[in-house]
């Protein structure tokens, strides 16, 4: 690999241990993938997991007085106070929040802990080079911004965030972004739920090709946020075109670079009941509903609280999102509605968290196939079923 000069120095160690490891890294995953250079990256987005391997290697940076020139946002781990108000959060995960913050805070990072950043606080534009971590967040900036990432891991996205670099490689060059399969969506996509099963099952069909949707009219941003995040969760998809939609296929010639599409499948209605059918648990009785996963944007805040409007929830329910989209929340009165039905949102707070043991062996039901597949390790079991039907089983207590 060609380094500039600058970059050289880094990886000698001339800026510290810190940003030579971020560095070494770097040029290991550009060998890899035979990438000929570095480029600079303009922004970045961190997948913080709050995990052992992460704080393990967040901490190692920072100890070796490592700064990050491109200030990343960062994904939940999950609010601390909030939760020593709704269970007992053992020491343990106490003392990893609080390391996790002090490591991100030091490397110099901000703090939004959201894992859509993509929707309010770091949106690239169209052909701008970034380093992106997060399943939903890698689909959403490379297919309808046009931005260019590669599906990076949360310590390559630290990595650049440190150097201000990535390898130049994969998704950040165009031949590389043309569609491969041509996706004929026969089914009925009547709401954003329709998306979610779309993005979960089509990588049984096309593996990890990128596709070319046609057939899809006028998305929300919604549907847009969960089929990339169900694609990259289902499969290894992290960018996606929609004919006539997305920014990069307009037509069939720019969509497919002037090539023909190696291959073709049909996706219908069958098969996306077929995908749900197989994910989801068994209907019945059902002991707390769950929201956000990714981070529910203030629009499906407020479908739930119309929802319970006036109402008693049988179970527990929870709404993960942003400390923006809470706030949102308070001052529009969703908060309030949704707390007099018994219900609460979170925010700075994901799924893949140690913070909801006192829901582990339980059943619950979610709108999202990717918030059922984190908890199969941690022994919940969900119906997943769209965003009304799922809220009026919570004011039932079954489905």
Known sequence: MYLTEEEQRMLNGDYGQGTQLAMEILAAIGEAYDAPKMVPVTRTHVALSNQEADLWFAEKLANGG???????????????????????????????????????????????????????????????????????????????????????????????????????????????????????????????????????????????????????????KEALMNLGAQLNTGGNVALYHILGFTPEALTMEEAFQGKAPQHEVVITDDDLKAMREEISDKKGKIDFALYGCPHFTIDQVSTVADLVNGKKLAVPLFIMTSSLTRSLAQKMGYMDIIRAAGGEIVEDTCMDQPCWKFLYGKKGITDSPKCAYYTKRRDMQFVIAPLKDSVIAALKGEY
Do not use: W
Not at 137 to 157: I, K, L, M, W
């Open 66 to 220: 490592a700064k990050c020139r491109v200030r990343p946002t960062v994904n939940p781990s999950f609010n601390l106070k909030q939760f020593q108000e709704i269970t007992t959060v053992e020491k343990e995960d106490e003392e990893t929040v609080m390391r996790t913050h002090a490591a991100y805070n030091k490397l110099g990072a901000i703090m939004t802990y959201d894992c859509t950043p993509y929707l309010e606080k770091n949106v690239p534009r169209f052909g701008e080079i970034i380093s992106f971590s997060e399943s939903s967040a890698t689909p959403f900036v490379n297919s309808v911004y046009g931005a260019r990432t590669n599906r990076e891991s949360a310590q390559s996205a630290l990595c650049s965030a440190v150097t201000g670099v990535t390898p130049y490689y994969g998704y950040l060059l165009k031949e590389n972004r043309a569609g491969q399969v041509l996706v004929h969506v026969e089914a009925d996509m009547e709401d954003d739920f329709a998306y979610q099963m779309l993005g979960y099952f089509a990588p049984k069909k096309i593996g990890f090709d990128i596709p070319v949707f046609e057939g899809l009219k006028n998305p929300s």
